[in-house]
């Protein structure tokens, strides 16, 4: 496999060398630029320059002589110090074979032993979800399913504040609704507490706030589970605050705490942390029990993530809005005081997103209740293009929603240009069958000879395994997008220059039906990892 045999090329040159681990963290292969004719290229020399004390060319001159040529057609050197791989035709076909007929080719033995739980969305049941909700959502159930389809243990979770002070005021938000009287200070304005107003019967008249607050959380939560199966997102469990509650788990992480010396009083408040570096934490807002006796929400997440260390989760995976960015040191150092390794917490911050529609950027206040919710933008724009438009950037950047470009039906929006392929495969797939071309016939290997495009078209195909392991190591599908992006211009690019089904040229026809197989096989999958339809017909 291709993964196997970057690992192969990357031993044999830590032999050669005899230098430790860290020092091949960049030995891996990556696509040569566009002017370099090659299958791949390794960029190692220039970053080892520094520690072999020699200049990258001579390092790279070394290193393309003790590279197995087992599956190499060609290795060279170039300024400042690259090493240029040509693959023999075999191995690129052989890949491409295993890659259609093994169902554990992109499983890797090891994976199965993390248990993972991804937690995200995780909205508050105050309002509908929003396109933060949608672009959290996009990334936390593409990560999920690429990396179940690499091999891993993991599982989706929601996690719902069905308690505190927010959801009074939900209540008393709704109470004021249904009583047509003025809403509370600060309380929520949206015209959805209207609407689930209008579900209540005269009785409501002698409820108590509680009995408010508790409908309006039944009817939000509800809600957030349809908008998000509507949205290809089903989690694999919805977790209430309220069960910590039940169970104690609160004032047991406060007795571990205790017992740790990590938790003190000051003027009638509990802190977390220890006293003798209380001064540095106290402007870090480590309040664990307010001075009037009420539980943070500080507290209610560290139980919250003991609670899935406690389930057999070997590894916590947050998605947290940007707002959330000064919490993760915070979470960090409880994680690291119940005893808990650090690094198998991580979170992922992902930024905002600002909905253009036109030239304007539409500005959205949740509190005020002026915004677009995502089964509105669903509904407008459809669930494909938002699950792919929200999938296009890396967590860390901000994404503008072009609604108008979504909505076009054309090769400008790239959800329809990738999709298209899928579409235009079918239909030749269908022509093969009635010129009686079979498909599924794999060519003669030894007998065949690849042209630039269909050698070129091969090499992106196997880079499938590569590109899904950079999503898993970085946490972000943005890299898939971009890949089947790019393997969607090659397409086009080869189906422009080259015919495929030709009754004169029997052995080429089916090569190419064969690398189309893979390209079919490629987009069906990579789109269904990003919660994408593959349409047949468009």
Known sequence: MFDAFEKEIKKNAQKAFELKDSAFEKFNFSPPPPHVKSDLSIAWPIAAARILKMPPMEIAKKAADIISRANIESVDVAPPGFININLKKEFLLNNLSRMLSRPDYFKESGNFLQNINVEFVSANPTGPLHLASGSAASLGDSLIRILKFLGYKASSEFYVNDAGNQVELLGQSLKARFLDKNLPENGYQGDYLKD???RLSSEAKTWTDKQFSDFALKKMIASHCEDMKEFGVEFDKWFLESELHKDNSLEKVKEKLKEKDLIYEKEGALWFGSLDEKEDLEDKGRVLVKSDGKNTYFLSDIAYHLNKYER?????????GADHHGYVPRMKAAVSALNKNAESFE???HQLVSLKIGDKIVKMSKRKG?????????????KDACRFFFAMRSPNTHLNFDVELAKKRTNENPVFYVQYVHARICSIFAKAQEMNFDANLLPDFNKVNL?????????????????????????????????LMELSALFHSFYD?????????????TLRLFILRGVKFVINEGLNLIGVSSPERM
């Open 196 to 198: 689930i107003a209008l």
């Open 312 to 320: 057999g989760f070997t590894r916590l995976i947050d998605i947290w």
């Open 347 to 349: 979170v992922i911050i």
């Open 370 to 382: 002026e915004f677009i919710s995502l089964k509105e933008l669903t509904a407008d724009v459809g």
């Open 451 to 483: 042209n630039c495009e269909e050698k070129e078209l091969i090499n992106k195909l196997i880079w499938f395994e590569k590109v899904l392991n950079n999503c898993a190591d970085d946490l972000t599908p943005h890299h898939l997008v971009i890949y």
């Open 497 to 509: 220059k080259h015919k495929v089904l030709d009754e004169n040229n029997p052995e080429t026809t």
